[in-house]
């Protein structure tokens, strides 16, 4: 059975970094692409990054391109997401997704419980 | 990229059908057949409901069913039960730098 389980998520002030980690089981990690997907309280769905099977193809919403980095270790199943420079606005529950297919197909076909990420002084 | 329109709330009694529209540009739903539709019930992560526009992933209702006519995409539900009430997000490749954008989200309510 597919399990992502996300971890890392905490209150950070604002300008501050936090990693976050997805820990993938049940599928074969390496041959899926991975991506995270955030949402504000009470608002709808933010796609925030990809990351293809071998990390050469990797993607960011213009929100958080160049503070944000995705990043993956096949060798222990995992994915993470560096995020610096946090802003109130990055205050989300993210979410890990396994994507079905090529990086067109938009298919995340399993998603994590969640992390919250919480940005306040 | 700017978030697809879809109407903030959509109703129905049970056993009607009902139909949630997402409204993009020729630059995403109208060049691309891969438009999927989430379904989320509060406090859950969302779940793959329709994937290429219309097709089902294995285990999920033919009660649900997808379309695309222009730079729309729809959703319908038919036989609309109380399992049903949830938020429901669609979501496109845009074939840009940034390569996904989610809808704006619909709450279906089952009167």
């Known amino acids: 059975e597919v399990h992502l389980v996300e971890s890392g998520g905490n209150l950070v002030q604002p300008g501050g970094s936090l990693r976050l980690s997805c820990a993938a089981s049940?599928?074969?990690?390496?041959?899926?692409?991975m991506t995270w997907v955030r949402q504000a309280p009470g608002k709808g769905l933010e796609w925030v990054s990809y990351?293809?099977?071998?990390?050469?193809?990797?993607y960011y919403a213009d929100s958080v391109r160049g503070r944000f980095t995705i990043s993956r270790d096949n060798a222990k199943n995992s994915l993470y997401l560096q995020m610096n420079t946090l802003r109130g606005e990055d205050t989300a529950v993210y979410y890990c997704a396994r994507v079905m297919g090529s990086f067109l197909t938009n298919i995340f076909d399993y998603w994590g419980q969640g992390a919250l990420v919480t940005v306040s002084s | 990229q700017s978030a697809l329109t879809q109407p903030a709330s959509v109703s129905g009694s049970p056993g009607q059908s009902i139909t949630i529209s997402c409204n993009g540009t020729s630059s995403d739903v109208g060049a691309y057949n891969y438009v999927s539709w989430y379904q989320q019930h509060p406090g859950k992560a969302p779940k793959v409901m329709i994937f290429e526009v219309s097709n089902r992933p294995s285990g999920v209702s033919n009660r649900f069913s997808g379309s695309k006519s222009g730079n729309t995409a729809s959703l319908t539900i038919s036989g609309l039960q109380a399992e049903d009430e949830a938020d429901y997000y669609c979501?496109?490749?845009?074939?840009?730098?940034?390569?996904?954008?989610f809808g704006t989200g619909t709450k279906v309510t089952v009167l």
């Open positions: 979501s496109s490749y845009t074939g840009n730098s940034a390569p996904y954008v």
């Open positions: 990351i293809d099977s071998g990390s050469t193809i990797i």
């Open positions: 049940g599928f074969m990690f390496n041959v899926y692409g």
